[in-house]
């Protein structure tokens, strides 16, 4: 059986429960925006703009940890595409 890069993809979709916050992350030179939703897509919270530095992805730390525990998720999922060559920070 020949094994397609789509089964992968479904695979690692289908582990995706309603535990999971799932945060999706536009990066960008200066400052980044993040958007939470859950396993659904259903936008959680407000999103958040951070600057790109440790003290920008601290703040993305704590502001997730915040939804987790308002809205009772046990867990994250970050996504981010390196856009250029703003992903060298």
Known sequence: MKYKMQDKQNQL???ISDQHLVVGV???QQFHVARA???RGIVIGDPLTF???EV???RLQEWM????DSKGYSTEIV???????YWLN
């Open 65 to 68: 940890n915040e939804l987790k």
């Open 51 to 53: 600057e790109n530095d």
């Open 37 to 39: 939703v859950n396993y």
């Open 79 to 85: 996504g981010m595409e390196p856009t250029g060559h």
């Open 26 to 28: 536009d990066i960008a």
């Open 56 to 58: 920008g992805f601290a």
């Open 13 to 15: 979709i289908e582990r």
